[in-house]
């Protein structure tokens, strides 16, 4: 260690040694990345080489920030949804990368609410400095009603010109307009769709199935209220198929329900998509992977989660942002051709 160790005991004698600010110190300290990576690697090296450690809480609590940006999962009616289900994986996993780059912590919560101040608790509490929700559920009053006064909240859902909370999302009516529409084009005239509407994205996703059907003049087969677990929604469609003629075409509302129908259709012998062509929602990393492969609707997960992000920070830093429609895109693979 430097004989000049002992001298440097502050931001601002670290800050005269790099000839920079003692602003400019303390970012790149923290890793802001407004700051050069040169400067940001030159100043750590000072502080290493002088056993100078920034005393990141009292900086947090003089700029009055905890450093951490919470990420919530409010359950709705269906509370059995895990945390373990392919899509939130996914979307976490990006989300994650998103927050960790830029010098924050991330804290993750699953909630089901019992009242409706859960966000007001979360929001007031001093433990994040801004919040990301995935999925809306069915507490968009709550969304709205904190958004009107909390800016850094971004939410992952279904964009609604009347909402007040900053959204991220695919138009789902228009992707599940594209799932029904392929199973029309390939022939298929008994389609049901799978999946509960209770939530804003799922109905959406059914609106654009119903509205696919109307245009070609043909009324839907049905609805399996099929829920968003993968062992409930297998047994839900078991339930359809022991109760109903089969389907010949299956819209699921997710990748996880389609693949539930997958396997219960096996059960009853039918075969898909020789006998059943089956059409998930969203893509996620699994649903190449299975035999047969999904047909789905893609929604770019990495890009939804990079700006979530990215509209959470510059909310942070005080600036407007519009909601974001991003467009689907259907994957056709060999459950339905």
Not at 101 to 116: A, K, M, N, Q, S
Not at 133 to 146: A, F, K, M, T, Y
Not at 319 to 327: A, P, Q
Request: hydrophobic content about 45%.
């Amino acid at each position: 260690m430097s004989v000049m160790s002992k001298d440097v005991t502050s931001i601002s004698d670290l800050a005269r040694m790099a000839k920079v600010s003692a602003s400019t110190v303390s970012r790149a300290l923290a890793g802001n990345r407004m700051i050069s990576l040169e400067t940001r690697t030159r100043i750590k090296d000072l502080a290493r080489e002088h056993g100078f450690q920034l005393n990141q809480m009292a900086r947090n609590l003089r700029l009055k920030r905890s450093q951490a940006i919470g990420v919530v999962v409010p359950q709705g009616p269906q509370v059995g949804q895990h945390m373990s289900d392919p899509f939130f994986v996914t979307m976490l996993g990006h989300i994650a990368d998103g927050v960790t780059e830029r010098g924050y912590d991330l804290l993750l919560t699953r909630i089901v609410p019992t009242h409706d101040d859960w966000l007001d608790v979360l929001v007031s509490s001093g433990r994040v400095d801004g919040v990301i929700i995935i999925g809306q559920s069915n507490h968009v009053e709550v969304l709205d009603r904190i958004a009107e006064r909390y800016r850094p909240l971004v939410i992952w859902g279904q964009h609604s010109e009347y909402h007040v909370h900053c959204s991220v999302g695919t138009d789902n009516v228009r992707g599940g307009a594209l799932a029904t529409q392929h199973l029309l084009d390939g022939g298929r005239r008994r389609i049901v769709f799978a999946g509960q509407i209770a939530a804003l994205e799922m109905a959406a996703r059914y609106q654009g199935f119903f509205d696919a059907h109307r245009k070609a003049g043909i009324a839907p087969a049905g609805i399996i209220p099929a829920p968003l677990t993968g062992d409930e929604a297998f047994d839900a469609v078991v339930r359809y198929l022991a109760e109903h003629p089969a389907p010949d075409g299956i819209v699921a509302s997710t990748d996880v329900i389609a693949m539930s129908a997958i396997r219960a259709l096996a059960g009853f012998g039918l075969s898909v998509p020789v006998d059943v062509s089956v059409v998930g929602y969203d893509d996620v990393p699994l649903a190449a992977q299975i035999t047969p492969s999904l047909t789905t609707i893609r929604q770019d997960l990495k890009q939804g989660a990079n700006r979530l992000v990215d509209m959470l920070f510059r909310r942070l830093d005080g600036e407007r942002t519009e909601s974001v429609v991003m467009k689907p895109e259907l994957v056709v693979r060999a459950s339905a051709p």
